[in-house]
């Protein structure tokens, strides 16, 4: 049996939810990372945490830090039995703006537990544990599977159906400067819906499914189109329905909110640079900074090396 490595680095990507129709249901990974180094050292249940990038001057740096209570949870025992650990944080996933960075954050903890208590990692085990922790399941699994998934879940646990992604698909993620918080923006949604729009939505969700999977961009970003979260919660997000105008306008096959927003996606080909620099007027003109980002899809998901004394 080989030697137990000192510690491991763990890279998770971020994600995008729903991409219009899929509420709840479609999850993306893209190439933009929450990267964690755990070192085993120390006594039995000391702890230390640096953080880096996105979120390093506010999240916390003790035990109440999401990264750790997922690590305590995901390994199932007293957190005074677990190794000591030092864990360096290099984060590029903005906080609070529908980017999966709370989704990066559980993932990242439960696979250390994982690495930590067994030496490996279970994926269908750790996207069910975090899915009980998030709430639900779309991002969790994209950011553990990478490309795009389509989930489901019921009492006996999560299923996954990857959706092949074909070479082509860009996504310009426009991320404004203000936060939205998951349970604020899940707050405004109706508990029931007109059943012409749940229609809408199956008939948009089947469709973008196929489309992707034959990598049929311009069908996916006619897929784009939702009534069943985005005008409840457009309201909350100043100048939203101008951004994906000006998205469109400027050669953006599509443009839909990125999980509860605040955040804008856009699907792009040759054009992802005008269209980025066009949501980002856009918002300029309703008084927001916002920062605009052509991203890759990525389709390895949850990463792990191991780090060498």
């Not at 490595?5 to 998770?12: D, E, F, N, T």
């Not at 650990?85 to 709370?102: D, K, T, V, Y």
């Not at 426009?174 to 998951?182: H, N």
């Amino acid at each position: 049996m080989g030697k137990r490595p000192q510690g491991w680095s763990i890279r998770v990507p971020a994600t995008t939810a729903n991409l219009g129709p899929g509420f709840d249901c479609f999850g993306l990974a893209l190439q933009r990372y929450l990267n964690l180094f755990v070192t085993v050292r120390g006594e039995k249940g000391a702890w230390h945490i640096t953080l880096h990038g996105e979120g390093a001057g506010i999240l916390p740096r003790d035990r109440t830090n999401l990264i750790y209570r997922a690590l305590v949870l995901g390994s199932e025992v007293d957190a005074e039995s677990l190794p000591g650990i030092a864990i360096r944080m290099e984060n590029a996933i903005p906080l609070a703006r529908g980017q999966g960075s709370s989704a990066a954050a559980i993932v990242a903890g439960m696979a250390a537990a994982q690495l930590l208590t067994t030496g490996k990692i279970d994926p269908d085990q750790l996207i069910n544990r975090a899915t009980l922790v998030e709430g639900h399941s779309d991002n969790v699994a994209a950011a553990v599977k990478g490309g795009l998934v389509l989930t489901r879940e019921s009492p006996s646990g999560v299923a996954i159906r990857p959706i092949p992604t074909r070479d082509g698909a860009l996504f310009v993620s426009a991320v404004p400067e203000f936060e939205l918080t998951t349970h604020t923006s899940r707050s405004v949604l109706p508990q029931q819906v007109p059943l012409g729009d749940a229609v809408f939505n199956l008939r948009a969700a089947a469709w973008m499914a196929s489309a992707w999977a034959a990598g049929d961009w311009e069908a996916v970003g006619n897929a784009m189109e939702d009534r069943l979260h985005q005008p409840y919660r457009a309201p909350l997000i100043p100048g939203f329905d101008d951004v994906c105008r000006a998205a469109r306008a400027a050669g953006a096959l599509g443009a839909c909110l990125s999980g509860s927003g605040p955040a804008i996606v856009a699907l792009a080909l040759h054009s992802s640079d005008a269209v980025a620099r066009a949501m980002e007027q856009a918002w300029a003109k309703h008084g927001i900074t916002s920062r605009a980002e052509v991203t890759h899809v990525d389709t390895d998901g949850l990463t792990i090396a191991p780090l060498e004394a």
